[in-house]
T-cell receptor
């Protein structure tokens, strides 16, 4: 079993809709959580960190469920420019600054 | 300030040739990471350095791969001899102690024929 698992998609969503996807992690010692975004043929870039109490950044909301060991990303009022692959990333105490990466969920926003 | 710089951006070589990928991290960052990304395997950590010292190279596929960081502003990843299965995008990333966010370079797209 992979340490960080994501539905690869693709999620095909009409512009303006709300979309959500989850990511599960297997190591209960995981302590830091992130969503990165990767555009086609580009490098990954940090979208947002995920805090225990949940956090919001504009149209994006991230939540953490430690009991069930998953994090989620919700995108409201989706834009064409949101089309990308979203990578779930975790870090745990044992690995210092090494990040554990999910394989990514591909999102396609259609006009 | 410039981000992470990688060269070359594209490399096409023949099986058996030596390939050297280069990375300049963000000035002041003390962690440097080398990743490989393929469609089949996703993003894989190959090796990372802290203050120019290799910390974990357990992701390096085999002895054909080697990485060095002679100073704080330069690192290389070498493949010798290269094989077609090494074809991938190789990313370098850097981060600052105490901050988990990693900043990625644009990657080197390697094709081994």
């Amino acid at each position: 079993r992979k340490e960080v698992e994501q539905d690869p998609g693709p999620f095909n969503v009409p512009e303006g809709a709300t979309v959500a996807f989850n990511c599960t992690y297997s190591n209960s010692a995981s302590q830091s959580f992130f969503w990165y975004r990767q555009d086609c043929r580009k490098e990954p870039k940090l979208l947002m960190s995920v805090y225990s109490s949940g956090n919001e950044d504009g149209r994006f909301t991230a939540q953490l469920n430690r009991a069930s060991q998953y994090i989620s990303l919700l995108i409201r009022d989706s834009k064409l420019s949101d089309s990308a692959t979203y990578l779930c990333v975790v870090n745990h105490m044992d690995s210092n600054y090494q990040l554990i990466w999910g394989a990514g969920t591909k999102l396609i926003i259609k006009p | 300030d410039a981000g992470v710089i990688q060269s070359p951006r594209h490399e096409v070589t023949e099986m058996g040739q030596e390939v050297t990928l280069r990375c300049k991290p963000i000035s002041g960052h003390d962690y440097l990471f080398w990743y490989r990304q393929t469609m089949m395997r996703g993003l894989e950590l190959l090796i990372y350095f802290n203050n120019n010292v290799p910390i974990d190279d357990s992701g390096m596929p085999e002895d054909r791969f080697s990485a060095k960081m002679p100073n704080a502003s330069f690192s290389t990843l070498k493949i010798q001899p290269s094989e077609p299965r090494d074809s991938a995008v190789y990313f370098c990333a850097s981060s600052l102690a105490g901050v988990k966010e990693q900043f990625f370079g644009p990657g080197t797209r390697l094709t081994v024929l």
